[in-house]
């Protein structure tokens, strides 16, 4: 048997292979659990892209946003999409990283660039903390008020 007819075998063996992992769901399996990457890996890219000085330090803005939202998106196709409203302040978020990497690695070291960024990262801060506050404050409050209540009657007065 010549070289080229082996070749040929081991191709078609290959495509029956990857037809018959097709038919039995492997890559639709592949596909629903990390399409994220298709955001990640762009967002990797750039950034790889800049520090590799082939694009401008521009491309880190988009680079920041796509892999913190690459990450959201892993969390809630793994774990469940309810998780996204306690989550969903993690997209300013991203838009401050993206920011704060320009304002870092960029040319640009302006004053503006960096108060934006911090105040949009302090401002996704204190909107997760409502969130959570909101969805979890009467357990809090509970807590709080148990705690109190104790400490009230551990550190009463003796009286004699």
């Known amino acids: ?41 762009p967002g990797v890219l750039l950034h790889v892209l800049y520090f590799g000085r ?9 680079a920041g946003i796509l892999t913190v939202v690459s990450f959201v998106l892993m969390i809630g196709n793994w774990f469940g999409w309810g998780l996204l409203k306690y989550l ?5 978020l991203a838009i401050a990283v993206g920011l704060y990497e320009y304002y870092i690695f960029g040319y640009d070291r302006s004053k503006q660039l960096w108060l934006v960024s911090v105040g949009l990262a ?37 009286i004699w």
């Open 54 to 62: 082939i694009v401008p330090s521009i491309a880190l803005i988009p």
């Open 88 to 92: 969903w302040p993690l997209f300013p």
């Open 1 to 41: 048997m010549n070289r080229q007819s082996a070749a040929v075998g081991i191709g078609v063996v290959a495509v029956g292979i990857i037809i018959l992992l097709g038919k039995l769901g492997v890559f639709a399996f592949i596909g629903a659990v990390f399409w994220p990457l298709f955001v990640l890996i």
């Open 122 to 158: 302090g401002l996704s801060l204190l909107f997760f903390v409502m969130t959570l506050l909101w969805a979890w404050g009467i357990y809090l409050l509970a807590i709080l008020l148990i705690g109190g209540g104790a400490w009230l009657v551990v550190r009463r007065p003796k």
